[in-house]
């Protein structure tokens, strides 16, 4: 379930990076009107996307299962998983979007309540329905959805609250609304390369699950467990990254370059100190780190020499992530989609299948590090473009 899954957020996501980069520009321009239709038209999207989504639950779950399996047990649960969460998405779309409309306006302590919210009853639900307490019809993988999804409802509820309660820098009014193509474009200039950057990640997992498929199963485990691991150093990061682009977005709608400058700075350095830590952890105590998933004696003979070969890429990537965002918030969202196609699929795939004819496992791992090389080259010669023909014009009038 959880390539479409990532597909449905990566919409969610994508669309509300979009509307958060704009509606932030025009704040900063003292265009209350735009502002106020960037808004309307976000939710307009987030409802769009929650249709397409519902119509996808009700007509692609079955061939989607069995397309990757052929054990009906599993297909059956994951259908009657993924089609409550799609056919009930409303709740995910429209709070990814309220999230994003307060976090545009500075509010990002409201939206972090309302996802927790959101998460807190999910996590109070799964065991009340998965072992079967609200009877058997809602117990199971059902059940599991179905806390899901009530809790995406609750905290879409309260992001809701929030912005028509306490969030006086919009004003959102459906009455005599009509959908507005040129704020659409410019919400999707921003949000499409966002929502395709999400689900490259989903493409890159599966190529590289089938390269290390050739070696063993631990090998598989391993790079599994790196991803989860590696989300403690990078989430950090992109939380930095969700407070800065409203910043960046307002300052360059103001046309105050200074601010613009003096925020990328503290970015990187902050980003650069968060790596440096997840550097040492995992160099200097992976054995640790694995031991955190009852590794076997097989996964510390793999596991410690990638982990060590593959942290030295950490201290690049946190340029090229801040880097990937200020792009999008001074509306340049395809720089931040090649790097990461370049990134993820163009280099570090071939890279390691390359390097697995090798025959030695520890070859592929340095794929992250030759990838993290190029897509950082990329980022400072497209941050270089940015400077001379965005930030530098706003300098110099």
């Given at each position: 379930a959880f390539s479409l899954q990532n597909v449905m957020i990566a919409v969610g996501v994508g669309t509300g990076v979009g509307v958060n980069a704009l509606l932030s520009k025009s704040l900063g321009e003292k265009n209350q009107e735009r502002a106020n239709t960037t808004a309307e038209n976000g939710i307009f999207l987030a409802l769009c996307s929650y249709v397409i989504f519902f119509v996808i639950g009700l007509t692609c779950m079955k061939p989607y299962f069995y397309a990757q399996t052929s054990d009906p047990d599993i297909a059956l649960q994951g259908i009657r998983y993924l089609r409550v969460c799609s056919v009930f998405s409303l709740g995910l779309?429209?709070?990814?979007?309220?999230?994003?409309?307060?976090?545009?306006?500075?509010?990002?302590?409201?939206?972090?309540?309302?996802?927790?919210?959101?998460?807190?009853?999910?996590?109070?639900l799964d065991p009340i329905f998965i072992f079967g307490y609200c009877g058997e019809a809602l117990s199971g993988t059902t059940g599991a959805a179905v806390a899901t999804v009530i809790g995406q409802f609750c905290g879409a509820g309260a992001a809701i609250f929030f912005n028509l309660k306490k969030n006086p820098d919009i004003q959102i009014s459906f009455r005599g609304f009509r959908p507005s193509g040129e704020a659409i474009r410019r919400i999707y200039?921003?949000?499409?390369?966002?929502?395709a950057m999400q689900c490259v990640g989903s493409v890159m997992t599966f190529f590289m699950n089938q390269i290390l498929m050739a070696f063993s199963?631990?090998?598989?485990?391993?790079?599994?467990?790196?991803?989860?691991?590696?989300?403690?150093?990078?989430?950090p990061i992109f939380g930095?990254?969700?407070?800065?682009?409203?910043?960046?977005?307002?300052?360059?709608?103001?046309?105050?370059?200074?601010?613009?400058k003096k925020t990328i700075k503290l970015a990187v350095t902050?980003?650069?100190?968060?790596?440096?830590?997840?550097?040492?952890?995992?160099?200097?105590?992976?054995?640790?780190?694995?031991?955190?998933?009852?590794?076997?004696?097989?996964?510390?003979?793999?596991?410690?020499?990638a982990l060590r070969i593959i942290c030295p890429h950490f201290l690049l990537a946190g340029i090229g992530i801040v880097l990937s965002s200020v792009f999008q918030a001074l509306g340049n969202g395809v720089y931040s989609?090649?790097?990461?196609?370049?990134?993820?699929?163009?280099?570090?795939?071939?890279?390691?299948?390359?390097?697995?004819?090798?025959?030695?496992?520890?070859?592929?791992?340095?794929?992250?590090?030759?990838?993290?090389?190029?897509?950082?080259?990329?980022?400072?010669?497209?941050m270089a473009r940015i400077n001379k023909n965005i930030i530098a014009p706003m300098q110099n009038a």
């Open positions: 779309f429209l709070q990814t979007m309220g999230e994003k409309l307060l976090a545009a306006t500075g509010r990002t302590n409201l939206s972090m309540t309302s996802q927790l919210i959101g998460a807190v009853v999910n996590i109070v200039v921003v949000g499409l390369p966002s929502i199963a631990t090998a598989v485990a391993v790079f599994g467990v790196y991803f989860k691991l590696q989300s403690f150093v990078f989430m930095l990254n969700n407070g800065m682009v409203p910043i960046i977005s307002y300052n360059y709608g103001a046309r105050d370059p200074r601010r613009v902050y980003a650069e100190c968060i790596m440096l830590i997840g550097f040492c952890v995992f160099q200097f105590a992976p054995g640790l780190l694995l031991n955190l998933f009852a590794a076997s004696d097989a996964m510390l003979a793999i596991g410690i020499p989609l090649i790097i990461s196609v370049c990134r993820q699929l163009v280099v570090l795939i071939p890279m390691a299948w390359l390097l697995s004819r090798t025959g030695n496992v520890n070859m592929v791992w340095w794929a992250f590090l030759i990838a993290e090389v190029v897509s950082t080259t990329l980022s400072l010669v497209f």
